[in-house]
């Protein structure tokens, strides 16, 4: 099955500094990488995705890259405030009807500390 | 538009009863699908039920079971507690099987958080 590895398991930056978060899966036929923010107690949310048709994809001071090739994605965060600190989860998906259909699977996480 | 919404938040139970925790979708999205989070094992994926059918399971034990209802709700059951069952319980929903096609995204609930003792 799929298998996803996230890092770092933790990290912590200065306020207004970048941070990126790095994922690799294992399932070549793997084809939607969605990222979560986690607030403590709270439920996880979608905060950017990308499916495979694409390389990047930015929100304001969100982006993720994707490639498929290595088969590694990453969440790069810019301009790093104090509400962003959270922990932040990747997954992989094959999200089809042919296999896995909405099945994600989880990085560990990383615990993003943003310091003022 | 309502998000996804799960009941109840918060429940103690004891070794060895069963419990059942219930999902309402957002709206108008037929895919649910349930997950376990805890400390140790981060967020594993437990079931997933497309028009009242389970379409995928994940690797946990005959214990854990749910169902679908024509109204897209879901419920899952677990029997037989165990302290290890201790957990928050994540339901998401989409809109279709195929979470891949454009448009189409995964959203969680707020969970139950279950405690054994």
């Known amino acids: 099955g799929e298998n996803v590895e996230q890092h770092p398991s933790t990290l912590s930056v200065q306020e207004g500094d970048s941070a990126v978060i790095k994922c690799t899966y294992s399932?070549?036929?793997?084809?939607?990488f969605p990222w979560y923010k986690q607030e403590l107690g709270k439920r996880p949310q979608l905060i950017i995705d990308?499916?495979?048709?694409?390389g990047e994809k930015k929100d304001q001071r969100i982006a993720v890259t994707l490639n498929k090739t290595a088969k590694h994605f990453s969440l790069h965060i810019t301009e790093t405030q104090p509400e962003d600190s959270a922990v932040y989860f990747c997954?992989?998906?094959?999200?089809?009807?042919?296999?896995?259909?909405?099945?994600?699977?989880f990085g560990t996480g990383t615990q993003l500390k943003v310091e003022l | 538009k309502a998000g996804v919404t799960q009941t109840p938040r918060y429940l103690i139970k004891t070794r060895g009863q069963q419990v059942t925790l219930s999902c309402s979708p957002i709206?108008?999205?037929?895919?649910v699908s349930w997950y376990q989070q805890t400390p140790g094992q981060g967020l594993q994926f437990l079931f997933e039920?497309?028009?009242?059918?389970?379409?995928n399971k994940g690797n946990f034990p005959g214990r854990f079971s749910g169902r679908q209802f024509s109204n897209s709700r879901s419920e899952m059951n677990v029997s037989t507690l165990e302290l290890g069952d201790s957990a928050l319980y994540l339901c998401?929903?989409?809109?279709?099987?195929?979470?891949?096609?454009?448009?189409?995204?995964?959203?969680f609930g707020e969970g139950s958080w279950l405690t054994v003792v």
């Open positions: 998401a929903s989409s809109l279709a099987l195929q979470v891949s096609g454009s448009g189409n995204t995964i959203y």
């Open positions: 399932d070549s036929a793997s084809n939607y």
């Open positions: 990308i499916r495979s048709n694409v």
């Open positions: 997954a992989a998906t094959r999200g089809g009807l042919t296999g896995g259909g909405n099945k994600l699977t």
């Open positions: 709206s108008g999205h037929r895919s």
């Open positions: 039920y497309f028009s009242e059918t389970q379409r």
